[in-house]
């Protein structure tokens, strides 16, 4: 579904991304895990065309290197950004329909964004300002889904959530995958929820792919359990 060779994101003369090549397969949910600097955002960022990116990326069969932005979520490349981003001063409703607006339907997709997140249909009409930060960031995720995703990008979704709610956003993409096919691109402090739900992982450290495998070999890797999940 996605494959990135030798991609680069740089900021001025500070080169965050530093020629990594990795590659997203339909229907699996990859991880991409790492410490505050790693990298992790700044290659979701390249990859939704938001920030000036180098090298070659591949998304279901197309070059899409020089795409623009709203290019890529029309050919079903979304992003569901750290810090959630929704619009305050609209309705949770609104916001949802703000997702479908370049790709997808909006009757479709409020469907399967209400049955996986049922609290969104009960809060349909409330300012999402006032939503609590779990709410928040499943409106977030919801408003990404209305774009019919192919290729589903999100970056830290457990910052800031409570443990029971955590659970609740990880069972979710669980779901999407397994019973929808959906591709996820997961980018997560949480080693050990990431590794947890994804098929395979990457490991980044200063810019660059330090380790890579399958998620469970990465879960007993002695090195992996020291610096990323605290055994």
């Given at each position: 579904?996605?494959?990135?060779?030798?991609?680069?994101?740089?900021?001025?003369?500070?080169?965050?991304?530093?020629?990594?090549?990795?590659?997203?397969?339909?229907?699996?949910?990859?991880?991409?895990?790492?410490?505050?600097?790693?990298?992790?955002?700044?290659?979701?960022?390249?990859?939704?065309?938001?920030?000036?990116?180098?090298?070659?990326?591949?998304?279901?069969?197309?070059?899409?290197?020089?795409?623009?932005?709203?290019?890529?979520?029309?050919?079903?490349?979304?992003?569901?950004?750290?810090?959630?981003?929704?619009?305050?001063?609209?309705?949770?409703?609104?916001?949802?329909?703000?997702?479908?607006?370049?790709?997808?339907?909006?009757?479709?997709?409020?469907?399967?964004?209400?049955?996986?997140?049922?609290?969104?249909?009960?809060?349909?009409?409330?300012?999402?300002?006032?939503?609590?930060?779990?709410?928040?960031?499943?409106?977030?995720?919801?408003?990404?889904?209305?774009?019919?995703?192919?290729?589903?990008?999100?970056?830290?979704?457990?910052?800031?959530?409570?443990p029971i709610l955590v659970d609740q956003v990880f069972e979710s993409l669980e779901r999407l995958r397994e019973e929808r096919g959906l591709s996820i691109l997961l980018i997560e402090q949480n080693a050990f929820k990431a590794l947890g739900i994804s098929q395979r992982a990457y490991i980044m450290e200063t810019g660059r792919i330090a380790l890579e495998g399958r998620s469970e070999d990465l879960l007993e890797s002695e090195d992996v359990k020291k610096a990323y999940l605290g055994?």
């Open positions: 579904m996605l494959r990135a060779e030798g991609f680069t994101v740089s900021y001025g003369h500070v080169k965050a991304v530093k020629g990594i090549s990795f590659e997203v397969g339909k229907g699996e949910i990859v991880a991409v895990i790492g410490a505050n600097g790693a990298g992790k955002s700044s290659t979701v960022m390249g990859l939704a065309g938001i920030v000036e990116s180098g090298g070659t990326v591949e998304f279901d069969g197309e070059d899409i290197s020089r795409a623009t932005n709203f290019a890529r979520v029309s050919k079903g490349l979304v992003l569901c950004p750290e810090g959630r981003h929704i619009f305050p001063e609209l309705t949770v409703d609104e916001n949802l329909r703000m997702g479908s607006y370049r790709r997808g339907s909006y009757s479709k997709g409020l469907g399967l964004v209400h049955d996986l997140f049922p609290v969104l249909k009960e809060r349909k009409d409330q300012v999402s300002g006032y939503l609590s930060g779990g709410e928040q960031q499943m409106l977030a995720i919801g408003r990404a889904l209305m774009a019919d995703p192919k290729l589903l990008m999100l970056d830290e979704p457990s910052l800031g959530l409570a055994i």
